[in-house]
């Protein structure tokens, strides 16, 4: 298959998804959110800094289960929507940042979840890789999930990415539906077609074309070594144990060492 081009993300990019985002990913959060506390709990984290924070939802999640948590994202209607579910008197920090450039201190722990690096090209990952190191204390953890290249790769699993999505808000119906290729470089190729009506008045119908960079766990083992990291797990985003060419995702935990 001819290769796709592959850019890192701009900010814009995920504006079309902002009102709906909720709506769509909660439900799909859950068993990851709670293995991410216990990975988290694990290794005695106390401060978390999600840098690909979304609207929220690990943020929040992990904040209720005792966690300090910031939280910042490179889309500012994300974070808008992140700060107006904020509960009085509350001590989370949600503000505009790039996992690229962002230093926002040094945590126990740095988050990166829902595929948020597959948005980078390979070189820009290496960059969010180097920044993250410096925003975690000696020691710390990084978290982040991915789909798993070989996986795709092999057979028709790609055709097991295709989506159908529908959710309703007040009287506001939202679907999704997607497609997806992929070609031996890693550039997964996503096809949208996004189905908006309220009421009874006209739906919106748009359509969208992303593409992500996907690894082999190899790959990324090399890469977060070749960092200053040490890989301590590699499992499937349910916690079961991970497959080189059945698993579809993949959960890496990393711990920050001295260069």
Not at 91 to 97: E, V, W
Not at 164 to 177: C, H, L, M, Y
Not at 239 to 258: G, H, N, P, Q, T
Request: charged share 25%; glycine share 6%; hydrophobic share 35%.
């Amino acid at each position: 298959m001819k290769s796709s081009s592959h850019k890192s993300a701009k900010p814009s990019h995920y504006n079309k998804q902002a009102e709906h985002y909720d709506s769509f990913n909660e439900e799909h959060s859950k068993v990851m959110n709670q293995v991410v506390k216990q990975i988290l709990t694990k290794y005695k984290v106390k401060s978390v800094l999600d840098l690909t924070c979304g609207t929220g939802s690990q943020v929040f999640y992990l904040a209720n289960k005792g966690f300090n948590v910031s939280g910042y994202d490179i889309n500012s209607k994300m974070i808008d929507i992140a700060k107006n579910k904020l509960p009085e008197k509350s001590n989370i920090i949600f503000k505009k940042g790039d996992m690229r450039t962002t230093q926002a201190g040094e945590f126990d722990a740095v988050i990166t979840m829902f595929n948020a690096i597959g948005h980078l090209t390979k070189n820009d990952f290496l960059k969010a890789i180097h920044n993250i190191y410096l925003n975690l204390n000696k020691g710390g953890i990084y978290i982040f999930d991915i789909f798993n290249l070989n996986y795709l790769l092999d057979g028709d699993n790609i055709t097991k990415l295709t989506i159908d999505w529908q959710r309703k808000s007040g009287n506001t119906v939202a679907r999704e539906i997607q497609y997806s290729t992929i070609d031996k470089d890693g550039i997964l190729a996503s096809y949208d077609i996004y189905h908006e009506q309220k009421g009874g008045s006209k739906p919106k119908i748009s359509k969208d074309f992303q593409t992500l960079q996907v690894y082999s766990s190899k790959q990324l083992k090399n890469m977060l070594e070749n960092a200053g990291f040490k890989v301590l797990r590699i499992c499937n985003v349910d916690a079961s144990r991970f497959s080189d060419k059945k698993s579809e995702r993949m959960l890496v935990v990393a711990r920050k060492i001295a260069i």
